[in-house]
Each structure stands twice: as structure tokens, then as C-alpha cells.
């Protein structure tokens, strides 16, 4: 599985910005789709997973952040709004192919890693 993301830049606190990930090379609608994001000095961090359950947030972005998925174009987003200075970080679009997705919050849970889109917050 090959990820793609873009959508990243430089926004004022308070701005929204949106996220988007192509993934090719396996069918898409077998994964579990999530974003992880990593600061400066800081370990990877989980942010949002969308799974056949439902969707599940980091409580730091609860009720401002937004994952989706379009399996018909491959496609995972991430609608981020009121965004904050501490959001920013290199984000990450991750699948697992596993099928449990058990520990979801989890970086070693996901097998697939795209390269990294910066998102940084001015105040």
C-alpha cells in the first residue's frame, strides 16, 4: 500500500485546514484508514482513526477534527478546524491491513505510513 498525503501549511490559530490521502496498491475499503502527527521533539501521536465501527478521535482534537473516507477514489480526509498552535506537527496518513485494528491508538498498529505533510499553526 502506497500513501500520499498533502493538503498541509501555514494557518492562523483559528483557521481550518483539510487534510486528503490517496492510497493505491491494495483495496482500499479492507483497510483501516487513521492520522497520526508528530511535533517537534515529541513522540508520534495518535489522532483519528476511522473504522467499521466508527470514528474515533485523540481527545485533543475531539469535536474539531474530522475523519473521512470516499473508498470509491481511495481517499482519506481529515477536516481540521479552530486549529490551534499545539497542532502543530508533521501529520501522517496511516492503514492497517490487518483486520482488527485492535489498538488503534497505537503507531505500531499500522503497517503503512505516507511521507508526511506539515500543518503549522501561527498564533
Known amino acids: 500500500v502506497q500513501l500520499q498525503a498533502s493538503g498541509g501549511g501555514l494557518v492562523q490559530a483559528g483557521d481550518s485546514l483539510s487534510l486528503s490521502c490517496a492510497a493505491s496498491?491494495?483495496?482500499?475499503?479492507?483497510?483501516?484508514m487513521g492520522w497520526f502527527r508528530q511535533a517537534p521533539g515529541k513522540e508520534r501521536e495518535f489522532v483519528a482513526v476511522?473504522?467499521?465501527?466508527?470514528?474515533y478521535y485523540a481527545n485533543s482534537v475531539k469535536g474539531r477534527f474530522t475523519i473521512s473516507r470516499d473508498n470509491a477514489s481511495y481517499r482519506v480526509y481529515l477536516q481540521m478546524n479552530s486549529l490551534k498552535p499545539e497542532d502543530t506537527a508533521v501529520y501522517y496518513c496511516?492503514?492497517?491491513?490487518?483486520?482488527?485494528?485492535?489498538?488503534?491508538?497505537?503507531?505500531?498498529?499500522?503497517?503503512?505510513w505516507g511521507q508526511g505533510t506539515q500543518v503549522t499553526v501561527s498564533s
Open positions: 496511516v492503514a492497517d491491513s490487518s483486520g482488527r485494528n485492535a489498538y488503534y491508538t497505537r503507531p505500531r498498529t499500522y503497517e503503512y
Open positions: 496498491g491494495r483495496t482500499f475499503s479492507s483497510l483501516y
Open positions: 476511522i473504522r467499521w465501527s466508527g470514528t
